[in-house]
């Protein structure tokens, strides 16, 4: 795959991420009342709560540092990818990664904090942004450590049976 193809995908995964992050943050905020519980299915309940920080809240009312860090981490991974862009499904969690990491960036400049909506049992309350930075993070893994191809088609394998 060619290098503008590989941005073209991962700038299409984020602009997806971003819009569907947003949109549901904005329905939630419009029509889900602050801090009431709405089951939805069994163990998962709609919320509408605030997150200053980070993930679990670490970092509450460091607008400016979580900013700061994200943007780093996030120029980390975009110049990775300018390096790597022919890697094989390195633009997939890129892009999950760079909208997620957006998507929430957005909501703490427009609303000093993240809209967080879903919430499971024993688990903090989370959003979509927050899906996509997890599944980013596996994916990227995974396109990373991926078990490489030990032989080519047609040849014996050298380990002993």
Same mark, same amino acid.
């Given at each position: ?9 991962? &700038?299409? /995964? ?12 904005? &329905? ?13 299915? @069994? ?39 300018? &390096? ?8 997939? @969690?890129?892009?999950?990664?760079? *909208? ?13 904090? /993240? ?16 899906? $996509?930075?997890?599944?980013?993070? &596996? ?7 991926? @078990? ?5 088609? *047609?040849?014996?394998?050298? $380990?002993?049976?």
């Amino acid at each position: 795959m060619s290098s503008g193809a590989a941005w073209a995908r991962a &700038l299409a /995964v984020a602009a997806v991420v971003i819009a569907a992050d947003q949109v549901t943050k904005a &329905l939630v905020r419009q029509h889900v009342e602050r801090g009431s519980h709405d089951a939805v299915f @069994p163990g998962v309940d709609l919320v509408n709560v605030r997150n200053n920080g980070v993930a679990f809240g670490l970092f509450s009312n460091g607008k400016a540092p979580v900013i700061l860090l994200t943007g780093a981490a996030l120029l980390a991974l975009i110049v990775y990818f300018a &390096l790597h862009t022919g890697k094989a499904g390195l633009w997939f @969690p890129t892009g999950l990664l760079l *909208g997620g990491a957006l998507g929430n960036i957005i909501d703490r400049v427009r609303h000093d904090a /993240v809209t967080d909506f879903l919430d499971l049992p024993l688990w903090p309350a989370f959003n979509l942004a927050d899906v $996509s930075i997890t599944f980013g993070v &596996l994916a990227l893994l995974y396109v990373l450590e991926a @078990p490489r191809e030990k032989k080519k088609r *047609g040849e014996a394998d050298p $380990s002993p049976t």
